[in-house]
């Protein structure tokens, strides 16, 4: 097998149990998904997209994102989703040469996917089989599944100028339980403490609270795409004390990590004018 120079994406399935609404989550890979089950509602700059079960979508990297996973009884809210490198992205729309990228990276909706497109999608989600592929023919696959999702109206928008704040959520993703500090931040971008720190207020952020949201949102996905225990989640982003764990998660988005799995909670909604008008996207 010849040496693989990308990081080979597999599909995950996301369930949710209760109704909640999710504020301020960033992917740090855009996202293809595929809802199938429920209704995803999804809001970046006061621009709200809805995704019915059926619906394919693509959501992009680093932009800060709402989104409500509504279940539909008797079943659980479910969506595929399938992280993919943006690098992947920027060569498919440049070999279309056509493709209008939009200038803002937004939410967006693939309509009328083709059943040749589908089965793209659920073979590239599917573990183990993109890995299987000599690097060149995963690439090629993953920017023609890119290519029929931006036919069908789902474009990523332009990458931004890398923030700070986008590196450290980078850094600390690959090992959410570690002790992570200022000081070993610092030393990982080769700038002192001080200036990092007036770095980050300058983008009006800080290291505790970037350190504190990247776990949060690594332990919803937790919730949601895996059956570890709440104790287990909870060591898993660095948190010796579930209890402790708990508070800081509903703190951070509103409901406990089990209402997420289960449901139990009345929940903040912003899907209700949704739901009664039957709109694909609601006015702000």
């Known amino acids: 097998m010849e040496h693989q120079n990308f990081l080979i994406p597999t599909g995950a399935l996301i369930r949710q149990g209760g109704r909640a609404c999710f504020r301020r989550i960033v992917n740090t890979s855009p996202l ?19 995704l019915d079960a059926g619906a394919y979508g693509l959501l992009p990297d680093y932009q800060p994102l709402t989104m409500e996973n509504i279940p539909k009884a008797p079943q659980q809210y479910q969506t595929v989703a399938l992280p993919v ?87 600390i993703e690959t090992d959410p339980a570690f002790g992570w ?21 300058a983008e009006n952020t800080g ?29 898993e982003v660095g948190y010796d004390s579930p209890s402790q764990f708990a508070a800081r998660f509903k703190e951070r988005f509103g409901v406990s990590p089990r209402h997420v799995r289960s449901g139990s909670e009345p929940v903040e909604r912003i899907g209700a004018e949704v739901e009664h008008s039957g709109a694909d996207v609601l006015s702000p």
Request: aromatic share 6%.
């Open 207 to 235: 290291f505790s609270e970037i350190l504190s949201d990247t776990r949060m949102n690594r332990a919803l996905g937790l919730v949601q795409m895996t059956a570890l225990s709440m104790a287990q989640v909870a060591l």
């Open 85 to 171: 490198p943006r690098q992947l992205f920027e060569e498919a729309y440049a070999r279309m040469g056509s493709i209008a990228v939009p200038s803002t990276p937004l939410p967006a909706r693939s309509s009328h996917m083709p059943d040749e497109a589908a089965v793209l999608f659920e073979y590239c989600c599917q573990p183990g089989n993109l890995a299987r592929l000599p690097g060149a023919i995963a690439r090629a696959r993953l920017m023609e599944l890119i290519t029929w999702f931006a036919l069908c109206g789902a474009v990523l928008g332009q990458s931004r100028s890398p923030r700070l704040e986008d590196r450290l959520r980078q850094m």
């Open 32 to 50: 293809l998904i595929r809802v199938q089950s429920g209704t995803k509602i999804v809001m970046a700059d006061d621009k709200p997209l809805r």
């Open 181 to 201: 500090t200022l000081r070993h931040a610092a030393r990982s971008f080769n700038m002192s403490e001080a200036t990092l720190r007036r770095r980050l207020a």
